[in-house]
C-alpha cells in the first residue's frame, strides 16, 4: 500500500509550484499538507503575465514569485522561468544547488519543460555537474486521443510517434547536462470517468521503459524512493512497468467517477446556460490578447444543433458568427472544430475552467483542417473567458 503522501513527504521549508497544470498546482493537497504540517513560503517562477499567481491568489495563497536566488544556509534555490516571449508561458524548472564544505551538490527538476536550445544553455549555466536530473519523459496532453476518431487507423500510429518524440527530448536534455543520475519525472496519468475510453490511445510510456534506453535512469518506487547525492544510490526502486492487470483495475475503479460539471447541472438543464450570449462577450475579450497573426477559426458545437464560429485573429471583419451543420461546405480553413460539453463549456467562460487545463485533461475534442498544430492561434483559446 502506497503511503499517505503528506506523511511521506513530511515537514518541509519551502513549497515549490512550477506551473498551474492541476497535476502541478493542487490547491486542495497544499491545504491538507498545511494543516498538518503548518503553513510553508510557496516559491513560484517570475513569468509576466503570472497565470499561477494569480490563480494562487485566487484560491488564497500568497506565492513568493522568485526573481533572483534564494539561499537558505549553504543551499541555494533558482526557479527557471520557460520563456518564450507568449503571454501563455507558464512552465519553470528548479534548480537546487548545496556545498557540503568539500563539493558542490546539484539537483535539478525539469518539470514539463519542452526544452529548445535557449532554455538548454540556461540550465547548463545555472545547474552545471548535476548530480540528480528530474526529467520529463512522457507527457499529458489531448494529442493524439481527442483529434481522432477512435477507430482511425493513424490514431495509433500517431500515439507511437508522439511517445518516441517524448524519448528523444529525454535523452537530448540529458546529453546537455550530463547528470550521473536521471529519474524519468512527470507526465504519467490515466483519464477517469467517461474519458476512460481514451486511455489506451494516449501515447503515454511507463518510467521502466527508459531503463533500456538510459542507463543512468532511476525509477523510484512509488511508496517512497530516494536518492542520495553523495551515494547516488536509491532505496526503493521499481524496475518493471505496471501489470495490465493492475491497470485494467485502476481504469475500472475510476471510470465510474463524475466530473465536477456533471454532478453540478443537470443535462436537462443545459438549454438554461447563456452560451451564445457568453462567446460573444469571451471572444471579443479574448482577440484583444490573441498573438494569432493569420486567419484562423474555431468552430465551437453548441447545443440545438448549432454551430459558433470565431477567428482567432485581432480586428478580424467578422469575429463571430452562428451557423448551422448543414452549412458545413461552408465552414472556412484553416479551422479546429471543438466538441465539447456546454456545462464544460460554460465552465470555461465564466472561468470556473481553464482551457488550458482542459486541453491538457482531454475535456474536449477537437478536428483540424487542415491537420497542422497552430500554436499562437491554439493560445487564443486561453483567453476565451468574460
Not at 476512460?196 to 527508459?210: C, H
Request: charged share 25%; aromatic share 10%; proline share 6%.
Amino acid at each position: 500500500m502506497v503511503p499517505d503522501p503528506i506523511t511521506l513527504i513530511g515537514d518541509v521549508d519551502l513549497v515549490y509550484v512550477s506551473h498551474v497544470h492541476p497535476d502541478h498546482y493542487d490547491p486542495i493537497f497544499l491545504r491538507k499538507y498545511f494543516a498538518v504540517h503548518g503553513t510553508k513560503e510557496i516559491i513560484i517562477a517570475d513569468h509576466q503575465p503570472n497565470h499561477l499567481a494569480g490563480k494562487m491568489r485566487a484560491d488564497g495563497f500568497n506565492p513568493t514569485i522568485l526573481k533572483d536566488a534564494h539561499t537558505i544556509g549553504s543551499t541555494v534555490i533558482r526557479i527557471i522561468p520557460h520563456r518564450t516571449g507568449s503571454i501563455s508561458d507558464i512552465d519553470s524548472a528548479i534548480v537546487v544547488n548545496y556545498f557540503d564544505g568539500t563539493r558542490k551538490h546539484s539537483v535539478a527538476n525539469a518539470n514539463d519543460v519542452i526544452f529548445d536550445d535557449d532554455m538548454i544553455g540556461v540550465m547548463k549555466e545555472n545547474a552545471y555537474a548535476v548530480d540528480v536530473l528530474l526529467c520529463g519523459y512522457t507527457g499529458a496532453g489531448p494529442f493524439p486521443q481527442t483529434y481522432f476518431d477512435l477507430a482511425d487507423p493513424q490514431l495509433p500510429r500517431e500515439a507511437e510517434k508522439k511517445k518516441q518524440a517524448f524519448f528523444e527530448r529525454y535523452l537530448r536534455l540529458g546529453a546537455a547536462l550530463k547528470p550521473k543520475v536521471t529519474v524519468p519525472f512527470a507526465g504519467q496519468y490515466l483519464l477517469g470517468g467517461k474519458l476512460t475510453r481514451l486511455n489506451s490511445y494516449r501515447g503515454v510510456a511507463d518510467p521502466t521503459e527508459i531503463l533500456a534506453i538510459d542507463k543512468s535512469a532511476i525509477v523510484l518506487a512509488d511508496e517512497g524512493g530516494e536518492i542520495s547525492t553523495s551515494t547516488l544510490q536509491p532505496t526503493r526502486v521499481r524496475v518493471t512497468a505496471y501489470s495490465k492487470a493492475d491497470m485494467n483495475s485502476r481504469e475500472l475503479e475510476i471510470s465510474g467517477y463524475k466530473f465536477d460539471y456533471e454532478r453540478l447541472i443537470s443535462e436537462s438543464e443545459i438549454y438554461q446556460l447563456p452560451l451564445r450570449r457568453l462567446l460573444i462577450a469571451a471572444a471579443k475579450k479574448a482577440t484583444e490578447k490573441s498573438e494569432c497573426t493569420e486567419d484562423y477559426y474555431f468552430v465551437i458545437n453548441l447545443p440545438g444543433d448549432n454551430l459558433a464560429i470565431i477567428n482567432a485573429k485581432p480586428k478580424a471583419d467578422r469575429l463571430i458568427e452562428f451557423s448551422k451543420p448543414s452549412k458545413l461546405h461552408q465552414l472556412p480553413e484553416p479551422r479546429s472544430e471543438i466538441t465539447i460539453d456546454p456545462r464544460y463549456l460554460f465552465g470555461l467562460l465564466t472561468g470556473v475552467y481553464h482551457w488550458n487545463n482542459a486541453e491538457v485533461g482531454s475535456q474536449y475534442e477537437t478536428r483540424r483542417y487542415p491537420n497542422i498544430l497552430n500554436r499562437k492561434a491554439q493560445a487564443f483559446l486561453n483567453y476565451l473567458v468574460i
